[in-house]
Protein backbone atom coordinates (compact mmCIF):
# COMPACT_ATOMS: atom_id res chain seq x y z
CA UNK A 1 0.00 0.00 0.00
CA UNK A 2 1.33 3.47 -1.03
CA UNK A 3 -0.36 5.77 1.40
CA UNK A 4 1.45 8.72 -0.34
CA UNK A 5 -0.13 7.70 -3.56
CA UNK A 6 -3.54 8.81 -2.98
CA UNK A 7 -4.32 12.39 -4.78
CA UNK A 8 -5.53 15.23 -2.62
CA UNK A 9 -9.25 14.04 -3.38
CA UNK A 10 -8.94 10.63 -2.26
CA UNK A 11 -7.71 11.59 1.27
CA UNK A 12 -10.33 13.86 1.62
CA UNK A 13 -12.49 11.22 0.40
CA UNK A 14 -11.51 9.22 2.92
CA UNK A 15 -10.72 11.95 5.79
CA UNK A 16 -14.95 12.75 5.02
CA UNK A 17 -15.85 9.11 5.55
CA UNK A 18 -13.76 8.43 8.21
CA UNK A 19 -15.65 10.96 10.37
CA UNK A 20 -18.76 9.60 9.70
CA UNK A 21 -17.43 5.85 10.35
CA UNK A 22 -21.09 4.18 10.61
CA UNK A 23 -22.89 6.25 8.14
CA UNK A 24 -22.84 5.65 4.03
CA UNK A 25 -23.03 8.85 2.10
CA UNK A 26 -23.83 9.45 -1.32
CA UNK A 27 -21.07 10.28 -4.04
CA UNK A 28 -22.86 13.96 -4.28
CA UNK A 29 -22.96 14.08 -0.36
CA UNK A 30 -19.52 13.42 -0.40
CA UNK A 31 -18.41 15.64 -3.22
CA UNK A 32 -20.76 19.10 -1.30
CA UNK A 33 -18.84 17.97 2.14
CA UNK A 34 -15.51 18.55 0.46
CA UNK A 35 -15.97 20.40 -2.08
CA UNK A 36 -15.30 18.79 -5.15
CA UNK A 37 -16.62 18.22 -8.56
CA UNK A 38 -19.56 15.67 -8.47
CA UNK A 39 -17.70 13.65 -11.87
CA UNK A 40 -14.11 13.98 -9.94
CA UNK A 41 -15.47 12.59 -6.75
CA UNK A 42 -16.85 9.91 -8.20
CA UNK A 43 -14.04 8.71 -10.12
CA UNK A 44 -11.78 8.93 -6.96
CA UNK A 45 -14.45 7.04 -5.49
CA UNK A 46 -14.52 4.13 -7.72
CA UNK A 47 -10.88 4.13 -7.65
CA UNK A 48 -11.13 3.78 -3.81
CA UNK A 49 -13.35 0.78 -4.56
CA UNK A 50 -11.12 -1.13 -6.19
CA UNK A 51 -8.23 -0.74 -4.72
CA UNK A 52 -10.36 -2.23 -1.45
CA UNK A 53 -10.53 0.56 0.62
CA UNK A 54 -13.83 2.18 0.93
CA UNK A 55 -17.21 -0.09 -0.12
CA UNK A 56 -19.87 1.14 -2.38
CA UNK A 57 -23.71 -0.07 -2.59
CA UNK A 58 -25.75 0.67 -5.19
CA UNK A 59 -29.44 1.28 -4.13
CA UNK A 60 -32.21 2.70 -7.12
CA UNK A 61 -29.22 4.14 -9.35
CA UNK A 62 -27.62 5.80 -6.03
CA UNK A 63 -24.58 4.95 -4.74
CA UNK A 64 -23.65 4.63 -1.41
CA UNK A 65 -20.20 4.37 0.08
CA UNK A 66 -18.23 3.91 3.30
CA UNK A 67 -15.13 3.30 4.36
CA UNK A 68 -14.06 -0.59 4.12
CA UNK A 69 -12.64 -1.57 7.85
CA UNK A 70 -11.39 -4.77 6.62
CA UNK A 71 -7.69 -5.11 6.57
CA UNK A 72 -6.84 -1.42 6.36
CA UNK A 73 -5.49 -1.18 9.37
CA UNK A 74 -2.37 1.18 8.28
CA UNK A 75 -4.67 3.24 5.99
CA UNK A 76 -7.45 4.35 8.68
CA UNK A 77 -4.43 4.98 11.20
CA UNK A 78 -2.87 7.74 8.42
CA UNK A 79 -6.70 9.22 7.91
CA UNK A 80 -7.01 9.44 11.40
CA UNK A 81 -3.61 11.06 11.55
CA UNK A 82 -4.45 13.58 9.68
CA UNK A 83 -7.70 14.35 10.72
CA UNK A 84 -6.11 14.53 14.79
CA UNK A 85 -3.67 16.88 13.47
CA UNK A 86 -6.09 19.50 12.14
CA UNK A 87 -7.85 19.80 15.03
CA UNK A 88 -5.41 19.89 16.95
CA UNK A 89 -4.04 22.79 15.02
CA UNK A 90 -7.11 24.85 15.41
CA UNK A 91 -7.10 23.69 18.84
CA UNK A 92 -3.33 24.50 20.29
CA UNK A 93 -4.63 24.37 24.18
CA UNK A 94 -5.84 20.93 23.79
CA UNK A 95 -2.54 19.98 21.86
CA UNK A 96 -0.75 21.07 25.04
CA UNK A 97 -3.68 19.30 27.34
CA UNK A 98 -3.53 16.02 25.46
CA UNK A 99 0.75 16.26 24.38
CA UNK A 100 1.18 16.45 28.46
CA UNK A 101 -1.12 13.28 28.91
CA UNK A 102 0.56 11.48 26.24
CA UNK A 103 4.29 11.94 27.25
CA UNK A 104 3.49 11.27 30.77
CA UNK A 105 1.94 7.12 30.09
CA UNK A 106 4.98 5.04 30.38
CA UNK A 107 3.77 2.61 28.25
CA UNK A 108 3.41 2.70 23.88
CA UNK A 109 0.75 -0.12 23.69
CA UNK A 110 -2.57 1.80 24.54
CA UNK A 111 -5.08 4.36 22.34
CA UNK A 112 -6.32 7.82 22.68
CA UNK A 113 -9.70 9.44 22.08
CA UNK A 114 -10.63 12.96 22.35
CA UNK A 115 -14.55 13.08 22.47
CA UNK A 116 -17.33 15.29 24.01
CA UNK A 117 -18.20 19.12 23.22
CA UNK A 118 -14.57 20.18 22.47
CA UNK A 119 -14.35 17.99 19.70
CA UNK A 120 -18.07 18.90 18.54
CA UNK A 121 -17.38 22.43 18.77
CA UNK A 122 -19.92 23.14 21.36
CA UNK A 123 -18.30 23.68 24.47
CA UNK A 124 -18.20 26.28 27.31
CA UNK A 125 -15.12 27.81 29.43
CA UNK A 126 -15.96 25.30 31.71
CA UNK A 127 -15.76 22.47 30.19
CA UNK A 128 -14.23 18.89 30.58
CA UNK A 129 -12.21 17.81 27.93
CA UNK A 130 -13.62 14.07 27.43
CA UNK A 131 -10.76 11.67 26.95
CA UNK A 132 -11.18 7.74 26.73
CA UNK A 133 -8.19 5.45 26.70
CA UNK A 134 -8.10 1.68 25.48
CA UNK A 135 -5.48 0.10 27.11
CA UNK A 136 -4.43 -3.86 26.55
CA UNK A 137 -4.83 -5.45 30.40
CA UNK A 138 -6.23 -3.88 33.51
CA UNK A 139 -2.32 -4.04 34.90
CA UNK A 140 -1.81 -0.56 32.61
CA UNK A 141 -4.37 1.28 34.65
CA UNK A 142 -2.50 2.78 37.26
CA UNK A 143 -0.31 4.22 35.04
CA UNK A 144 -3.04 5.75 33.22
CA UNK A 145 -4.69 7.02 35.94
CA UNK A 146 -1.17 8.67 37.16
CA UNK A 147 -0.66 10.11 33.96
CA UNK A 148 -3.74 11.94 34.04
CA UNK A 149 -3.81 12.64 37.23
CA UNK A 150 -0.21 14.86 37.47
CA UNK A 151 -1.54 16.57 34.32
CA UNK A 152 -5.05 17.31 35.45
CA UNK A 153 -3.32 18.91 38.79
CA UNK A 154 -1.62 21.71 36.53
CA UNK A 155 -3.83 21.89 33.38
CA UNK A 156 -6.18 25.23 33.09
CA UNK A 157 -8.59 22.47 32.06
CA UNK A 158 -10.76 19.54 33.54
CA UNK A 159 -10.24 16.18 32.00
CA UNK A 160 -12.69 13.65 32.21
CA UNK A 161 -11.23 10.37 31.74
CA UNK A 162 -12.50 6.84 31.04
CA UNK A 163 -10.03 3.71 30.93
CA UNK A 164 -11.10 0.68 29.69
CA UNK A 165 -9.53 -2.24 28.76
CA UNK A 166 -9.42 -3.30 25.07
CA UNK A 167 -12.02 -6.29 26.22
CA UNK A 168 -14.21 -4.28 28.21
CA UNK A 169 -14.35 -1.49 24.99
CA UNK A 170 -15.34 -4.34 22.80
CA UNK A 171 -17.87 -5.84 24.98
CA UNK A 172 -19.42 -1.99 25.12
CA UNK A 173 -19.36 -1.73 21.15
CA UNK A 174 -21.28 -5.27 21.06
CA UNK A 175 -23.52 -4.37 22.51
CA UNK A 176 -24.57 -2.05 19.92
CA UNK A 177 -27.12 0.37 22.10
CA UNK A 178 -25.53 3.58 23.61
CA UNK A 179 -22.88 4.03 25.75
CA UNK A 180 -19.78 5.63 26.06
CA UNK A 181 -17.63 3.72 23.52
CA UNK A 182 -20.03 4.59 21.11
CA UNK A 183 -19.67 8.08 22.06
CA UNK A 184 -16.37 8.31 21.78
CA UNK A 185 -16.36 6.84 18.57
CA UNK A 186 -18.57 8.33 17.12
CA UNK A 187 -17.56 11.81 18.16
CA UNK A 188 -13.79 11.47 17.95
CA UNK A 189 -10.04 12.54 17.31
CA UNK A 190 -7.59 9.79 17.76
CA UNK A 191 -4.08 11.46 18.77
CA UNK A 192 -2.52 8.39 19.47
CA UNK A 193 -2.65 4.75 18.76
CA UNK A 194 -5.58 4.44 16.25
CA UNK A 195 -4.15 1.24 14.25
CA UNK A 196 -4.91 -0.91 17.29
CA UNK A 197 -8.55 0.97 17.15
CA UNK A 198 -8.88 -0.17 14.04
CA UNK A 199 -8.09 -3.63 14.38
CA UNK A 200 -10.61 -3.74 17.36
CA UNK A 201 -13.40 -2.25 14.72
CA UNK A 202 -12.64 -4.68 12.35
CA UNK A 203 -13.62 -7.18 14.45
CA UNK A 204 -16.86 -5.48 15.58
CA UNK A 205 -18.06 -3.26 13.16
Known amino acids: MHLDALSKTSVEILVYLSSNLRQSST ?12 RITHDMTMRLVRQKFITAEKRRHITYCR ?6 HVLLAYIEGIRANRFLAKNRDLETVIGSILQKVTSPFFTMIVFGSRVKGAASKRSDLDT ?6 KEMESDV ?9 ISPMGIHDVTLTSEQFTQLLREKKPNVAWEALDNRIVPYGAEPLFKILEEVI
Open 27 to 38: IRQVAGEIGQDY
Open 67 to 72: LNLKGN
Open 132 to 137: LLIIPN
Open 145 to 153: SSAIGSVTR
